[in-house]
């Protein structure tokens, strides 16, 4: 009895052995902003398809790493497999590690959550040989260059972010953990292609630095405006106090965060005094032009009307002046084309309206004059462009009544000529009863209700037309095919620069093609089959030959190399091979 109870416990002890474990192991629950944590993800079993958690909150800064190992002690074996990520927190407050996920035997197997609560920076015990000789805090600086701090609304300037580290250290990388926020200004980077170290001064001692971001802004608002830092997280070296082999100075890893801090730009409104009642808001140093495609022309002619800004300031960021035209010119909507280039210095280029102008009517019509002001940022004050009065001569073609093309803007172009002034007042009435008659007895009455009795005919022949074509077995299978060969024929063409498609899809369209042909089955498709069947339809043989030469080149050119050339030649004969079958089988 007592050997039966052994046993009993034996066989539990080792199902208990023999379950599946699967949990999460932190090198600690409390640590300070800028230290590392480890976490294990550990398995008794080799399972698969493991599943990382998204550790928000914390950075990877190694990992994953995979371990494996197998023991045997005293007859028994064992298994472990851990999944190790060393993680750098972001934040401080209480953070939760959630579930990591493993399959193993189509079962899932998750880790319970981990909470870590992560303290102020707190110092780090080294060995005094491994302590760094210099702190990072003071060779270290992120800075933001800023061109000019009170500019005027649609001025630009330039924001340039540069990191400037000593000489006794090095950085090996960075990320930015906030971007600089720009409300209330128009916004462009400046592409840096690649990062170059340089050197200057900084606080009056030597400093290399590189340029990370260019930034070209325009304000749009007066007052105080307020530009959001750029913050980094970066990984450095510093010289320790311990030396190699070689007596070279050994480096020890560390991070360090930094930011450019918020920046406040003072921006002065445009001035009131001598502004021009048609300013759109043009800041910078412009030339304005006019210019037609011909001024003579043909009735029925068009000519194009170019209104264009060039030079230098907010290019993008107010709108040109509009041409006002004679009511006999009928003017479209323009378009609009820019050819700008935006560097430090700011925007400068060219935009253009291109009016599509076509006239009525032969005569002499003037454009006016048009005037196009900005802000002079040089001068500080308004400027105001005219372009002279350009007249359109429009040779022959029917005359106006009257002569419209002195007319004010404003009047419309349908004009209303003295002999016209009282068309508007109709001669006749358009009297009609008010007496309805009523439905009942009408003819509408009688149409509808006599329609059904006269559709009913039309139905029963429509249904008897269809059991005939539907009990034409015969005839519906040769149009099926025949709608197959034109399917599969358009399927080739579309994938004639896909080799392997084609090939089948031509294939078919050849097979079916015959199939609705000849009136033969699947079975019935063998090449001498075919050449029979054929050769008694009086087909020429050439053509017998061509097509049992193309579906066999369909079958090997699907495993073969074949040129896009011969693709389409092989198209192109399949498609003059169908047209001679359809002439001359009988």
């Given at each position: 009895m ?16 023999a ?13 300070g902003?800028n ?13 698969d ?51 990591a ?37 003071d060779?270290?600086?992120l ?11 649609n ?20 990320r ?15 592409d ?21 971001r ?8 007066s ?11 970066i990984?450095v070296q ?12 050994q ?11 918020a ?21 910078g ?29 907010n ?5 040109l ?12 909507d ?8 935006t ?24 454009i ?36 419209v093309a ?17 068309k508007?007042i109709?001669?006749k ?37 269809k059991?005939?074509?539907?009990s ?9 095919n025949?709608r197959?060969?034109k ?29 609705a ?20 339809r ?7 030959i ?41």
């Amino acid at each position: 009895m007592k050997k039966f109870i052994v046993a009993i416990v034996l066989m539990v002890c080792n199902s208990l052995l023999a379950q599946v474990q699967f949990e999460a192991k932190v090198s600690k629950t409390t640590l300070g902003l800028n230290e590392r944590l480890r976490i294990d993800f550990v398995m008794n079993m080799d399972g698969d398809n493991f599943n990382q958690p998204s550790f928000e909150g914390f950075r990877i800064i190694a990992g994953p790493s995979q371990q494996v190992s197998q023991s045997w002690i005293n007859g028994k074996s064992s298994f472990e497999k851990v999944y190790s990520y060393y993680l750098l927190p972001q934040q401080k407050g209480s953070l939760v590690i959630r579930q990591a996920t493993i399959e193993y035997n189509g079962q899932i197997y998750k880790t319970s959550p981990i909470r870590i609560n992560v303290t102020n920076a707190v110092q780090e015990a080294r060995n005094p040989d491994d302590s760094p000789q210099i702190s990072a805090d003071d060779n270290i600086y992120l800075v933001a260059d800023i061109s000019k701090t009170s500019p005027y609304i649609n001025e630009p300037i330039t924001v340039v972010y540069k990191l400037y580290f000593s000489y006794n250290i090095g950085i090996s990388n960075w990320r930015e953990l906030d971007k600089p926020k720009y409300n209330d200004f128009w916004s462009q980077n400046i592409d840096i292609k690649q990062l170059v170290g340089e050197e200057g001064m900084f606080k009056g001692e030597k400093y290399r630095f590189v340029v990370l971001r260019k930034t070209v802004l325009y304000p749009q608002k007066s007052g105080k405006l307020v530009i959001e830092p750029l913050s980094l997280d970066i990984d450095v070296q510093l010289p320790t106090n311990r030396r190699d082999v070689f007596g070279r100075v050994q480096l020890v890893n560390d991070n360090k965060r930094v930011s450019a801090g918020a920046k406040t730009i003072n921006v002065r409104a445009l001035p009131e005094t001598g502004k021009p009642a048609d300013f759109s808001g043009a800041v910078g140093k412009f030339d304005f032009k006019v210019t037609p495609s011909k001024t003579n022309l043909k009735n029925g002619e068009s000519l194009d009307l170019l209104v264009s800004v060039t030079g230098t300031g907010n290019m993008k960021l107010f709108n040109l002046p509009k041409p006002v035209v004679p009511n006999s010119l009928e003017m479209y909507d323009p378009v609009h084309d820019e050819k700008v280039n935006t560097t430090l210095a700011g925007m400068s280029g060219k935009i253009t309206d291109k009016y599509t102008i076509i006239p009525q009517f032969k005569g002499n019509y003037p454009i006016k004059p048009m005037q196009f002001s900005y802000f002079d940022l040089g001068s500080g004050k308004y400027k105001t462009i005219s372009s002279p009065e350009i007249m359109i001569n429009v040779l022959d073609g029917p005359m106006a009544s009257d002569q419209v093309a002195t007319t004010t803007p404003g009047v419309t172009k349908n004009t209303i000529t003295s002999n016209e002034q009282f068309k508007f007042i109709k001669l006749k009435s358009d009297l009609f009863s008010m007496k309805e008659d009523d439905f009942l007895g009408s003819n509408l009455f009688y149409g509808l209700l006599f329609l059904p009795f006269l559709i009913l005919p039309l139905i029963v022949l429509f249904k008897k037309k269809k059991e005939a074509i539907d009990s034409d077995v015969f005839g519906n299978k040769i149009k099926m095919n025949n709608r197959l060969a034109k399917k599969y024929l358009s399927e080739a063409k579309k994938q004639i620069n896909n080799k392997e498609p084609f090939y089948v899809a031509l294939e078919k369209a050849m097979h079916n093609f015959l199939k609705a042909k000849l009136h033969i089955e699947t079975s019935d498709m063998s090449k001498s089959n075919i050449q029979q069947l054929l050769a008694s339809r009086n087909v020429n043989a050439q053509t017998i030959i061509d097509f049992i030469d193309l579906t066999e080149n369909c079958e090997l050119a699907r495993y073969a190399l074949t040129s896009s050339s011969a693709i389409q030649q092989d198209f192109d004969k399949a498609v003059m091979i169908i047209s001679d079958l359809e002439k001359q089988i009988s």
